[in-house]
């Protein structure tokens, strides 16, 4: 079993700053990708940003400049800090690990998801 657990959402104003975190735990062989996926109300869930087992990274257009996605493979730990932040930022946060088990299967885990909420 996989647990992926997230932290850091909360109530910020506009132009404000938060950091997330997520961490992994459990029958983890290798981790490839972990990402965040925000959903709005009324939305689909949608890429925010992930990193890969190589350290790249992705973005969407809306965050872009004002977040960065880190990770610390030793502790299975992803975190993204999010400056500026914006109304429209506003929405679950959930983190996405993909795993390989030992045969080299790729399983796809989500937390729980953490509250972000950005007043205006």
């Known amino acids: 079993q996989v647990q992926v657990l997230e932290s850091g959402g909360g109530l910020v104003q506009a132009g404000g700053s938060l950091r997330l975190s997520c961490l992994a735990s459990g029958s983890i062989y290798s981790i490839n990708t972990m990402g965040w996926y925000r959903q709005a109300p009324a939305k689909q869930r949608e890429l925010v940003a992930d990193i890969a087992k190589t350290d790249s990274t992705r973005y969407s257009e809306s965050v872009k400049g004002r977040s960065a996605i880190s990770r610390d493979g030793a502790k299975n730990t992803m975190y993204l800090q999010m400056n500026n932040l914006k109304p429209e930022d506003t929405g679950v946060y959930y983190c996405?690990?993909?795993?390989?088990?030992?045969?080299?299967?790729?399983?796809?885990?989500w937390g729980q998801g953490t509250q972000v909420t950005v007043s205006s």
């Open positions: 996405n690990v993909r795993a390989w088990d030992r045969l080299g299967i790729e399983y796809n885990y």
